[in-house]
Nanobody, 112 residues
């Protein structure tokens, strides 16, 4: 089992940036990772994924604004979020496909 701890959420104004971090308790070198976020329907939708190879994919709603990256030496995955919009407001979760584990979530609020 792996523990995932997200951080970096907060309150920002539209157009500003945030960087979320997801620190894993074990090596993620061979793990595909993802960021999800909660929808108004209380489901989790994928925002971005990064394979162990480094290949990335993004939801259409965040393409060109968000960037997922990983630092295997630090067992950490990041989500750089630029040009934030009010509709990006929700809880963001880190997920490990290899371990099937979720983090506790971090709140992002975009409001003027």
């Amino acid at each position: 089992q792996v523990q995932l701890v997200e951080s970096g959420g907060g309150l920002v104004q539209p157009g500003e940036s945030l960087r979320l971090s997801c620190a894993a308790s074990v090596s993620i070198f061979n793990s595909s990772m993802a960021w999800y976020r909660q929808t108004p329907a209380n489901e989790r939708e994928v925002v971005a994924t990064i394979l162990s190879s480094g290949t990335t994919n993004y939801a259409d709603s965040v393409k060109g604004r968000f960037t997922i990256s990983r630092d295997n030496a630090k067992n950490t995955v990041y989500l750089q979020m630029n040009r934030l919009k009010p509709e990006d407001t929700t809880v963001y979760y880190c997920y490990s496909f290899t371990f099937g584990s979720w983090g506790q979530g971090t709140q992002v609020t975009v409001s003027s």
